[in-house]
């Protein structure tokens, strides 16, 4: 069984940094997709980033919002965590961050879809403030 956990959620202030760790057990599958999502009351989640591994190499992906602000990776050593490094962050970026898996597929043009991922983290939160 497959389960997911976020971690390092905070409120920081406008301009700061914080690194979200998300740590997979379970069979997470080879050649999968890895991704962040985040999502505010009343909005639907949104696509944050995504992280292809498999034998094609390692491909990031990134929302046009995020881009150049945020990174996303996985342990050198474990490639059942992942980091999402956000820096330069902006109050727009405050959100539950959440952390999804599709173990079958790898990401392409529809990372972002939310539906395709069967497995999701409880979710962390992020708030920043101005």
């Known amino acids: 069984q497959v389960q997911l956990a976020e971690s390092g959620g905070a409120s920081v202030q406008a301009g700061g940094s914080l690194r979200l760790s998300c740590e997979a057990s379970g069979p997470i599958g080879s050649g999968n997709c890895m991704g962040w999502f985040r999502q505010t009351p009343g909005k639907e989640r949104e696509g944050v980033a995504a992280?292809?591994?498999?034998?094609?190499?390692?491909?990031?992906?990134y929302a046009d919002s995020v881009k150049g602000r945020f990174t996303i990776s996985q342990d050198n050593t474990n490639k059942k965590v992942m980091y999402l490094q956000m820096d330069t962050l902006k109050p727009e970026d405050t959100a539950m961050y959440y952390c999804a898996l599709d173990r079958f597929s790898g990401c392409g043009s529809t990372w972002s879809t939310s539906r395709r991922f069967g497995f999701w983290g409880q979710g962390t939160q992020v708030t920043v403030s101005s």
């Open positions: 992280i292809y591994r498999g034998d094609r190499g390692i491909i990031p992906y």
